[in-house]
C-alpha cells in the first residue's frame, strides 16, 4: 500500500523545485499539480445532489468511491511514497483523513508576497503572446474577461482579489486549515530557505513525513514531469526548473509599481500569516483582500471558497 503525503502552498514558491528534487529520492514519486482533489470533491457533491443517491443512500459505498480515487490515479506509479500537489489541500484535510484514511501531512511551500508578484510579472513579459498560442496569458485573459486595462498594477490587483486570483486563492485555502485548526499537519518550506540550504530543508521534510533521510545533488537539475504550461497557463515557462539550484528572481523593487510595493509593505503581516504563530501554534492574523479598487464587491473574507 502506497504511503500518500500533500503540497499545497503558494505559486511561484518553489513547489516545482521541491519536487524535482523529491523525486531524485528513489522511494519517492512527486509530480505536477493533479486532478485528484477536485475529482474528490466533484464525485462526493454530485452523489449529494444526485436525488436517486438520496432516495436510497450508500454511504459506506460513497465513501470508497471518493477514497480510492487516489490509488487509481497513481496506479501506474511503482514507488512506495506518493506526493499529490494540489494547493487546495490545506482546505480539504478532511478528505484526507475521511476518504484517504491516512494522516494528513501537507508540505505548504511559501515565499514573500512581493517576490511572487514580481515572479509572475517577469514571466508574463518573458512569454509575450505568439501568434498561434491557445490562449494568452491567464492574467491578462481574466483582465479582458472583467474588462480592466492590462498594467502591472492592474496585474497585481488582479492576483491579490478572491475572484479568481491564484495568489489570494493559496493563501485562502491554506488559511481554512489553519482556522479550522489543522496548523499541526502543515510544514511550510520558505523558497529563500530551500534555495539556500536545499539539503536542511529537504531534512526536515524527512523528518516531518516521517522518511528516512536521503543525500540530494543539486547539480543538472531537470523537471522529469512538464505540464503543458502554454495550454492551461499561456506561459511556455510557468514550470522550467534551471538546471543549477540558485536564485534567479529579480528584486521586486525593480519589478513592481510603487503603488503595489506600498499595497506590500502595509498589508504584509496579514498576508504573511505564517509569520505570525504565537506560543500555542494558532496563527492569529488572517489574509485580506486589500486592494479596494478591482473588482467591484469584492468580498473581506472569503473562507468557503471550496465549499
Given at each position: 500500500?502506497?504511503?500518500?503525503?500533500?503540497?499545497?502552498?503558494?505559486?511561484?514558491?518553489?513547489?516545482?523545485?521541491l519536487?524535482?528534487?523529491?523525486?531524485?529520492?528513489?522511494?519517492?514519486?512527486?509530480g505536477?499539480?493533479?486532478?485528484?482533489?477536485?475529482?474528490?470533491?466533484?464525485?462526493?457533491?454530485?452523489?449529494?445532489?444526485?436525488?436517486?443517491?438520496?432516495?436510497?443512500?450508500?454511504?459506506?459505498?460513497?465513501?470508497?468511491?471518493?477514497?480510492?480515487?487516489?490509488?487509481?490515479?497513481?496506479?501506474?506509479?511503482?514507488?512506495?511514497?506518493?506526493?499529490?500537489?494540489?494547493?487546495?489541500?490545506?482546505a480539504?484535510?478532511?478528505?484526507?483523513?475521511?476518504?484517504?484514511?491516512?494522516?494528513?501531512?501537507?508540505?505548504?511551500?511559501?515565499?514573500?508576497?512581493?517576490?511572487?508578484?514580481?515572479?509572475?510579472?517577469?514571466?508574463?513579459?518573458?512569454?509575450?503572446?505568439?501568434?498561434?498560442?491557445?490562449?494568452?496569458?491567464?492574467?491578462?485573459?481574466?483582465?479582458?474577461?472583467?474588462?480592466?486595462?492590462?498594467?502591472?498594477?492592474?496585474?497585481?490587483?488582479?492576483?491579490?482579489?478572491?475572484?479568481?486570483?491564484?495568489?489570494?486563492?493559496?493563501?485562502?485555502?491554506?488559511?481554512i486549515?489553519?482556522?479550522?485548526?489543522?496548523?499541526?499537519?502543515?510544514?511550510?518550506?520558505?523558497?529563500?530557505?530551500?534555495?539556500?540550504?536545499?539539503?536542511?530543508?529537504?531534512?526536515?521534510?524527512?523528518?516531518?513525513?516521517?522518511?528516512?533521510?536521503?543525500?540530494?545533488?543539486?547539480?543538472?537539475?531537470?523537471?522529469?514531469?512538464?505540464?503543458?504550461?502554454?495550454?492551461?497557463?499561456?506561459?511556455?515557462?510557468?514550470?522550467?526548473?534551471?538546471?543549477?539550484?540558485?536564485?534567479?528572481?529579480?528584486?521586486?523593487?525593480?519589478?513592481?509599481?510603487?503603488?503595489i510595493?506600498k499595497?506590500?509593505?502595509?498589508?504584509?503581516?496579514?498576508?504573511?500569516?505564517?509569520?505570525?504563530?504565537?506560543?500555542?501554534?494558532?496563527?492569529?492574523?488572517?489574509?485580506?483582500?486589500?486592494?479596494?479598487?478591482?473588482?467591484?464587491?469584492?468580498?473581506?473574507?472569503?473562507?468557503?471558497?471550496?465549499?
Open positions: 500500500m502506497k504511503s500518500f503525503y500533500f503540497m499545497a502552498g503558494l505559486p511561484r514558491a518553489g513547489s516545482t523545485l519536487s524535482t528534487l523529491l523525486n531524485q529520492n528513489p522511494r519517492i514519486y512527486s505536477p499539480s493533479s486532478p485528484v482533489l477536485g475529482t474528490m470533491y466533484g464525485i462526493h457533491d454530485d452523489f449529494q445532489s444526485n436525488e436517486l443517491y438520496t432516495g436510497y443512500p450508500k454511504p459506506n459505498q460513497v465513501n470508497e468511491i471518493i477514497g480510492s480515487v487516489i490509488e487509481h490515479w497513481y496506479s501506474d506509479i511503482d514507488k512506495p511514497v506518493v506526493i499529490d500537489k494540489n494547493r487546495a489541500w490545506c480539504r484535510v478532511p478528505f484526507i483523513e475521511g476518504y484517504i484514511k491516512q494522516e494528513a501531512k501537507i508540505i505548504v511551500p511559501v515565499r514573500r508576497i512581493d517576490e511572487i508578484l514580481a515572479s509572475i510579472l517577469t514571466m508574463i513579459k518573458r512569454n509575450p503572446f505568439q501568434e498561434g498560442q491557445p490562449r494568452i496569458n491567464f492574467v491578462d485573459e481574466q483582465l479582458v474577461k472583467m474588462n480592466i486595462p492590462i498594467n502591472d498594477e492592474t496585474r497585481c490587483q488582479y492576483l491579490l482579489t478572491s475572484q479568481g486570483g491564484i495568489v489570494w486563492e493559496s493563501l485562502n485555502a491554506t488559511k486549515g489553519v482556522d479550522e485548526g489543522h496548523s499541526d499537519k502543515f510544514h511550510y518550506v520558505d523558497y529563500n530557505d530551500l534555495v539556500t540550504d536545499p539539503q536542511g530543508q529537504l531534512n526536515e521534510i524527512y523528518e516531518f513525513l516521517g522518511e528516512e533521510p536521503f543525500e540530494h545533488t543539486f547539480d543538472n537539475l531537470s523537471n522529469q514531469h512538464r505540464e503543458d504550461d502554454i495550454t492551461t497557463y499561456g506561459l511556455g515557462d510557468m514550470h522550467e526548473v534551471h538546471s543549477k539550484l540558485e536564485k534567479t528572481s529579480p528584486d521586486p523593487s525593480e519589478v513592481l509599481p510603487e503603488s510595493i499595497l506590500y509593505n502595509d498589508n504584509k503581516e496579514n498576508l504573511e500569516f505564517w509569520n505570525s504563530e504565537d506560543d500555542s501554534g494558532v496563527i492569529n492574523n488572517q489574509p485580506k483582500v486589500i486592494n479596494p479598487n478591482i473588482p467591484p464587491n469584492t468580498p473581506k473574507n472569503n473562507y468557503n471558497l471550496f465549499s
